[in-house]
């Protein structure tokens, strides 16, 4: 076990090191067992954190990556959003292991201390270097792993605070700078944990007075003095921002990694995102001022910092983009492109010039918005500068930086592009071949499947080099080397967690780098498959049906339906054990290989009517799966987590056909009249998808609110809940309102837990509890491990 040598250093040991390369590189040792999966198997899982950035060496050699580990970070009551020692929770409370991995040999490093957590390594350019943090010694902190001696050492005097994973280091071209988000001068991690939760409890934000002193908390809004709030918030439209980022301030540095000076560039502010200019004369940055009224809508500033005179420039306020990360710097220094990202924006492409912070529309004809996924992407530039490049409605798509016209590249009809393979952060798109060819992953448009596309950027043609039944990770992580040719994709199938796999891009071959969980594969695991169905208005829907290992044709098995309103059910066929991946609270195949199948329905939703959408979107594919003869139709159960535990009361309200219903993270209230002041963004432009205000909408809000027809109810109902998730108000008024209608009902509430419960004790607790009601109330027999008994064709029933 790692162990500090002494004061802020670590002895970086390694943990993996697995045969030859490539024919003997982990290799199965003997055929899967067919049994049920070990809830302590599955609570082991270990996983690829999906937000840190992964990155290549210099000489293609090595890979740095964040292991996300089994075990927990602890938290406590003062905060929800970081740990005492300042790990923030943004992508979840596991402990992160900050890796480096030899793509050759196998071999893993671990760069942080065995008991800490450290995340997001970064490459120095010459190599030499890995910057990392950690929070080794009881704070977070930068730690500088040296490639000659294979030790980590913290760089002094500094606490780092990044929030979400991709905030890692920027290094400077020659390698002798960092430019870092730390802790406010004058401040401790108590003192900022402190404002973080005081935001979530309002007992927390009365001021300190002196004896005597009245101790209130006022809050005011006079439309004489400001704007009223647009009840329809539109792309272009300035609007209202509610800002509650004091919690997120940091002072954003630059940090001299030879004589260990510290520089505050910004401080105090809620800096997002951050980026040298090609010639390191400036640093441009984001910064959150809030979200825009009666939305989710965020808003940035756009701002430079000039290194030679100090002087900091807002080059655009308040523009909307989805993370603060969807900007890039033009080769030339002279500009930076950003593409409007988010809720209420137009994902249009947009040019500010360094200059002056004019703006200048990319909007040639036909081109359609390049913000896919409500953010995360930014414009590619091309090498000259002259060109951006961006995916937009499922191709690569060319525009010429003066025109502003442009066009399609690459584009099919078999496959929808996700994402072009780059290394996160870079402003420039990656060849490979000298500006020839660009490379995209890609999903199958019809069926399943992903793959590694070749866009040639002279012909325009697309050609697939690798076509994979698979799910691929976003693009954090994806990344190339300049120097081999190869790049670098993380993806998952139903047999097989996320792991990071390398394809080289001159002979189209691919291989396995890391190996995350070599005990999972002692067991069969479920197989998934499509179903189709039609939905209203004769529309096409299919569902991904996970069923038992070794599942016996003709054979009718309890049903359990996983919803979610407004997701594609279909697209979990190639994600590990459905829609939880690494996650052990939604690993389904905990339930498959006890004998049980899984159903993810498509359940898209029309605007204000949730639950008259998803009735028939849902059942449509349960009948399906009867039809077909998979499933049992007098055992069906269904479950929903977050959005989904109010769709799961939408169903249960409007059908008896479901023995046993399971919810988590309940936070939506099933009263949305109720709800609506809590998030009226929400309701009229979010998830919530009524279109407007209780004012506007008052008929949408009633006939969306399950709670009135609770009465109908007739499934047993169990709830699982982390105390910490929310003000507890939706699962206890579901609660009170079955006790009181006598229905059957269980909630357990689990001690400090949020939206997810995630820590070992509770997540098996739930889970036995979870394999007791389905078996209970789906009148299944279990055999001594807790698999379904069964007939020839269907479960046996209890004697």
């Not at 890979?63 to 996300?68: E, L």
């Not at 498959?592 to 009735?615: C, H, I, K, N």
């Not at 939706?730 to 949020?754: D, I, M, Q, T």
């Not at 055999?783 to 064709?793: K, N, P, Q, R, Y």
Request: hydrophobic letters at 40%; a neutral charge.
């Amino acid at each position: 076990m790692l162990r500090p040598l002494s004061v802020g250093t670590i002895a970086c040991a390694v943990v993996g090191l697995v045969g030859a390369f490539p024919e003997n590189l982990f290799a199965q040792a003997s055929a899967p067992s067919r049994e049920p999966l070990p809830l302590d198997v599955a609570l082991a899982l270990r996983g690829h954190n999906s937000r840190s950035p992964i990155n290549f060496s210099p000489n293609g050699e090595w890979i740095a990556h964040t292991v996300q580990s089994a075990e927990n970070v602890p938290r406590d009551s003062t905060a929800f959003s970081y740990s005492p020692t300042g790990f923030p929770f943004a992508e979840g409370d596991a402990r992160m292991e900050a890796t480096l991995t030899n793509v050759r040999t196998g071999e893993a490093i671990l760069l942080g201390g065995s008991r800490s957590a450290s995340w997001a390594p970064v490459w120095s350019p010459d190599g030499n270097r890995v910057a990392f943090y950690s929070d080794e010694g009881g704070e977070a902190g930068l730690w500088i792993w040296e490639r000659a001696t294979r030790t980590a050492t913290r760089f002094p005097g500094v606490i780092v605070r990044p929030y979400l994973g991709f905030e890692g280091v920027r290094w400077s071209v020659d390698g002798r700078r960092l430019i870092v988000k730390i802790l406010p001068a004058g401040m401790t991690i108590a003192e900022a944990n402190a404002k973080d939760g005081a935001r979530r409890s309002a007992t927390r934000r009365f001021p300190q007075v002196a004896p005597g002193q009245p101790s209130v908390i006022v809050r005011r809004f006079d439309p004489a003095q400001a704007p009223a709030a647009s009840a329809a918030p539109t792309p272009g439209a300035a609007a209202p921002l509610i800002a509650e980022t004091d919690w997120l301030a940091v002072d954003l540095a630059i940090m001299d990694v030879r004589t260990k000076q510290v520089t505050r560039v910004v401080e105090r502010a809620a800096v997002r995102w951050y980026a040298w200019s090609p010639d390191e004369r400036f640093l441009a940055y984001t910064v959150l001022k809030g979200r825009e009224a009666n939305s989710q809508q965020p808003n940035f500033d756009l701002n430079v910092f000039e290194l030679a005179t100090g002087a900091p420039r807002t080059l655009s306020t308040n523009i909307r983009l989805g993370y603060g990360i969807e900007w890039s710097w033009s080769p030339d220094g002279r500009t930076i492109g950003y593409i409007a990202s988010g809720q209420l924006a137009s994902g249009e492409m947009v040019l500010v010039s360094l200059s002056d912070g004019s703006a200048r529309r990319l909007r040639g004809n036909g081109m359609p918005s390049f913000d896919p996924d409500d953010g995360e992407f930014a414009p590619l530039w091309s090498a000259d500068g002259t060109q951006l490049f961006a995916i937009g409605n499922g191709a690569l798509w060319r525009i010429d930086a003066r025109s502003g016209q442009g066009s399609a590249l690459g584009a099919t009809p078999d496959w929808q592009f996700r994402a072009v393979v780059t290394p996160f952060g870079r402003p420039t798109i990656w060849s490979g071949d000298g500006g020839r060819t660009a490379w995209v992953t890609a999903r199958r448009s019809v069926g399943s499947g992903a793959g590694l596309l070749a866009v040639d950027l002279t012909t325009g043609r697309s050609r697939a080099a690798l076509r994979e039944a698979k799910s691929y990770s976003s693009i954090f992580s994806l990344t190339a080397s300049e120097t081999t040719g190869e790049l670098a994709i993380v993806s998952t199938d139903q047999q097989r967690l996320d792991d990071i796999w390398v394809f080289d891009t001159r002979h189209d071959r691919v291989r396995q780098a890391t190996r995350n969980n070599p005990a999972l594969e002692r067991y069969e695991l479920g197989t998934a498959r499509l179903i189709a169905w039609t939905g209203i208005d004769g529309q096409p829907l299919r569902g991904t049906l996970l069923l038992p290992p070794g599942y016996v044709k003709g054979r009718r098995v309890p049903l359990v339906v996983s919803v979610y309103g407004g997701a594609q059910g279909s697209a979990y066929v190639n994600s590990f054990g459905g829609r939880g991946g690494v996650n052990p609270m939604f690993n389904m195949h905990v339930l498959a290989t006890r004998g049980y199948a899984v159903l993810y329905p498509d359940a898209p939703l029309r605007e204000g009517r949730s639950m008259s959408d998803l009735l028939p979107a849902v059942m449509g594919g349960v009948d399906a799966a009867i039809d077909s003869g998979y499933a049992d139709p007098n055992r069906l159960a269904v479950t929903g987590q977050s959005f989904g535990s109010l769709n799961t009361l939408a169903l249960i309200t409007q059908t008896a056909r479901f023995k046993a219903a399971i919810i988590t993270g309940v936070v939506l209230h099933p009263d949305l009249f109720a709800d609506y002041l809590n998030n009226t963004g929400y309701y009229e432009h979010g998830q919530g998808n009524m279109g407007g205000s209780i004012w506007d909408r008052r008929e949408r809000y009633f006939d969306n609110s399950p709670l009135f027809l609770f009465d109908r109810i007739q499934t047993p109902l169990l709830i699982g809940q982390g105390d910490r998730d929310g003000n507890l108000v939706p699962p206890n008024a579901v609660f009170a309102a079955l006790e009181r209608l006598g229905k059957p009902v269980e909630f357990r509430l689990y001690e400090s837990e949020s939206h997810v419960i995630s820590q070992k004790p509770n997540v098996r607790d739930f889970w036995l509890r979870r394999l007791e009601f389905l078996a209970k109330h789906l009148n299944v027999a279990l055999d001594s491990l807790g698999g379904v008994l069964f007939d020839a064709e269907r479960a046996k029933t209890p004697q």
